[in-house]
């Protein structure tokens, strides 16, 4: 226990409009700043004998739930007409913290639904240019050397909306929810591949799912350095909606590339050019071309809280956080502004930082009850920068939909209510 | 993707029996050391389209499930006599991976069952020799800074039965599954006790619960530096079996003092000497006395594949592979042998290690079809060793219960059937 007294460093501003320095409330008591507003004078006698108290609980459960009282932390979805199942499900992210997604909670994009695969009947062939075909079954595959890791996945077109002309009226998990992170582990694709023999002339990978869809990608090589058939998600096996038994893990790499239900694997000379590489998941741009095979999810951030739909209570000391993460590798800084950009200062990093995986984000502030705007920007390994939303519609122009990773805005109105702006 | 050929290193031996050295199956192509089994001249005509491919699958949930397939995936349960919530679970952790522990799998131990907490009813109240008495709702201290850390829990009884005099023939879920890790947030209890103003005679803390129970512990005040009031886990609030809607969360100390739905603090100059602490976890030694009061759990480890209950299919290269965790910090080094304790090689740890975490640990074996007995072997970055069995009990006797540590032995018979042995 710190016993030393608060200094007047714990109200240090870092930046505009009531930053405060990120070390202010780990270093002093936070009673110094104003943020406890409890009644003194207490004893155990305030205590309520609550009714959870006067009888014995539930009982063992196989395979625990949350909490009733959690009923509103569920993925939200759509899907497209006539459909039940081509859509997205995005994760409430204003609701969670911490840097890891349940995986009952983690985003879906599926194209025709989630097949319910019997993992004993399920296959994985690789094929095509090399040596020597291989067939697994789940067996075999589980009994190649695995490797474990953290990492994001983010579809490519999260945050699609904010290139429209208006800022729209979304909370985060409408916003930015199609962004999750687990600890994945499985076999590494490069080690399947070797012991196929690669052919000399193959340069690009298709991979295809077992869902009714056949949803295919095309994969550059390269990318089996660090890919993963993965097997488990946190732990356990994957689950359907993310593709149980196995799914394939390209850390980093736009979502729709991370093949869920993974049967096969052909290697090619070039790429394939399936239907969601061609007709989808292209950016296009203002001249009327498309940016085809952009696959690293460039450096974003965003806050997620406060963020839209909360209202804060009133003027004080809240703590700003939020989420980094870069699909080329660690991010190194996160800066927030609560004046719209005009001066920023560096929140501080959940440690470990782990390259191609969320980063938490930390930051006080305290709010004099005025108006603010909110902003984060990151900084990666590699010194990029997050865009402004305005230098990156310049390049892009507004009817691109993909890889939007502009700064974000949020406004905090006198009441305290947060809302979506372009600033 | 690396395209060098495989060498004879991929099969160096690292230790008798079979234990090869730990970068052989990443370097080089498994082929070379006959992991596949899988027959040749295949092309994508060798795939069956399979019934859930013929149709569209299942639509979105709001919080999805682990696959039907997946139900022998669960936690087990005991209770006392004539009740169905003071017992415990167990994570069935021979069917996991990685390091994670899912939310729906964590271990629990209840002494009245899980209370079904109203989180706007809850309050958390410090008090004692303090200051200035604090009582918070959630939503206050929800506004507090908050830290995110991945720590493992462990019961003080875990493997309890491996004092026994004969070897217990359990699975890996029955011996050692009062284990679990996941990612926590929430606030430093530190910075609530600093603003609550601690006396300078307090040197203990007594934690209690909101169940039935009451159930209650000491906590030695130095505790608090690195304690968490935690409410989130793996990103979600913390489920009702694991404190909802706020459990303490002291890194490295045994289970039973990470106080779930965690309702008062209370500053003492002394110990209180709870029921939780004077009946039970105590160590029992041979004179007679108890060692009371021993908090960290010690360095420990043990291989999760194969383990007892799982039959290898046949002679040939296996991933051993296992779990390793200290109290004390961070784990330096495992290492495995597959000749009861004669020879040792050093497995491979999973990147980043973290302290008072999980580490999962991977070493190649090639079984030759003949006896073997497997062991792991922990060491923590103090120089500790996991000591063997026969250590621990020349130290303590059988009839201790708590806090068991040995080095844990698995021998594998000539039909590849794993059986739990002293060794």
Same mark, same amino acid.
């Given at each position: 226990m710190n016993r030393r007294r608060s200094t007047g460093s714990a109200t240090e501003a870092a930046a505009g409009n009531g930053l405060l320095d990120r070390r202010s409330l780990l270093a002093a008591g936070a009673g110094s700043v104003g943020l406890a507003g409890a009644p003194s004078a207490? @004893? =155990? =006698?305030?205590l309520s004998i609550e009714p959870w108290m006067r009888e014995p609980g539930s009982p063992f459960t196989g395979y625990g739930q949350p909490s009733?009282?959690?009923?509103?932390?569920v993925r939200t979805s759509a899907s497209a007409p006539g459909t039940t199942g081509a859509g997205a499900s995005r994760t409430p992210l204003q609701r969670l913290n911490g840097t890891i997604t349940p995986n009952g909670l983690h985003f879906e994009r599926h194209h025709s639904g989630i097949p319910d695969i019997d993992p004993d009947a399920h296959r994985l062939l690789i094929h095509g240019l090399v040596n020597r075909p291989l067939l697994f079954t789940l067996e075999a595959l589980a009994r190649y050397p695995m490797e474990t890791r953290i990492a994001f996945i983010e579809c490519? @077109?999260?945050? @699609?909306?904010?290139?429209?002309k208006e800022a729209a009226q979304l909370d985060l998990q409408a916003s930015h929810g199609l962004l999750s992170c687990a600890e994945w582990t499985g076999v590494r694709l490069a080690l399947l591949l070797e012991e196929a023999g690669i052919e000399p002339q193959a340069r690009w990978l298709l991979a295809e799912g077992a869902d009714a869809a056949g949803m295919s990608r095309s994969v550059p090589i390269k990318a089996a350095d660090e890919a993963l058939v993965a097997l488990y998600q946190n732990g356990e096996r994957v689950r359907p909606s993310n593709g149980y038994p196995m799914r394939l893990l390209l850390p980093g790499y736009e979502g729709n590339m991370n093949v869920k239900w993974l049967r096969r694997i052909k290697a090619t000379e070039g790429p394939t050019m399936t239907k969601d590489e061609t007709s989808k998941y292209t950016i296009l741009l203002p001249s009327g071309k498309s940016l085809q095979f952009v696959f690293p999810i460039e450096t974003k951030s965003v806050i997620a809280y406060p963020s839209p739909g909360i209202t804060l209570p009133g003027a004080g000391i809240y703590e700003i956080s939020g989420l980094a993460w870069s699909g080329y590798g660690k991010i190194s800084q996160v800066e927030v502004s609560a004046d719209g950009g005009k001066s920023w200062a560096p929140a501080a990093l959940r440690e *470990?930082?782990? *390259?191609k995986a969320l980063t938490r984000f930390r930051l006080p502030w305290r709010w004099d009850g005025g108006p603010a705007v909110l902003q984060s920007r990151a900084t990666d390994g590699s010194g990029y920068v997050q865009p402004t939303r305005d230098a990156l519609i310049t390049e892009r122009g507004s009817r691109a939909t993909y890889h939007f990773n502009g700064i974000t805005s949020w406004a905090v109105g006198e009441h305290g209510e947060v809302r979506h702006v372009y600033a």
């Amino acid at each position: 226990m710190n016993r030393r007294r608060s200094t007047g460093s714990a109200t240090e501003a870092a930046a505009g409009n009531g930053l405060l320095d990120r070390r202010s409330l780990l270093a002093a008591g936070a009673g110094s700043v104003g943020l406890a507003g409890a009644p003194s004078a207490l @004893g =155990a =006698a305030d205590l309520s004998i609550e009714p959870w108290m006067r009888e014995p609980g539930s009982p063992f459960t196989g395979y625990g739930q949350p909490s009733r009282f959690e009923s509103k932390t569920v993925r939200t979805s759509a899907s497209a007409p006539g459909t039940t199942g081509a859509g997205a499900s995005r994760t409430p992210l204003q609701r969670l913290n911490g840097t890891i997604t349940p995986n009952g909670l983690h985003f879906e994009r599926h194209h025709s639904g989630i097949p319910d695969i019997d993992p004993d009947a399920h296959r994985l062939l690789i094929h095509g240019l090399v040596n020597r075909p291989l067939l697994f079954t789940l067996e075999a595959l589980a009994r190649y050397p695995m490797e474990t890791r953290i990492a994001f996945i983010e579809c490519g @077109g999260n945050s @699609g909306a904010l290139y429209q002309k208006e800022a729209a009226q979304l909370d985060l998990q409408a916003s930015h929810g199609l962004l999750s992170c687990a600890e994945w582990t499985g076999v590494r694709l490069a080690l399947l591949l070797e012991e196929a023999g690669i052919e000399p002339q193959a340069r690009w990978l298709l991979a295809e799912g077992a869902d009714a869809a056949g949803m295919s990608r095309s994969v550059p090589i390269k990318a089996a350095d660090e890919a993963l058939v993965a097997l488990y998600q946190n732990g356990e096996r994957v689950r359907p909606s993310n593709g149980y038994p196995m799914r394939l893990l390209l850390p980093g790499y736009e979502g729709n590339m991370n093949v869920k239900w993974l049967r096969r694997i052909k290697a090619t000379e070039g790429p394939t050019m399936t239907k969601d590489e061609t007709s989808k998941y292209t950016i296009l741009l203002p001249s009327g071309k498309s940016l085809q095979f952009v696959f690293p999810i460039e450096t974003k951030s965003v806050i997620a809280y406060p963020s839209p739909g909360i209202t804060l209570p009133g003027a004080g000391i809240y703590e700003i956080s939020g989420l980094a993460w870069s699909g080329y590798g660690k991010i190194s800084q996160v800066e927030v502004s609560a004046d719209g950009g005009k001066s920023w200062a560096p929140a501080a990093l959940r440690e *470990p930082v782990l *390259p191609k995986a969320l980063t938490r984000f930390r930051l006080p502030w305290r709010w004099d009850g005025g108006p603010a705007v909110l902003q984060s920007r990151a900084t990666d390994g590699s010194g990029y920068v997050q865009p402004t939303r305005d230098a990156l519609i310049t390049e892009r122009g507004s009817r691109a939909t993909y890889h939007f990773n502009g700064i974000t805005s949020w406004a905090v109105g006198e009441h305290g209510e947060v809302r979506h702006v372009y600033a």
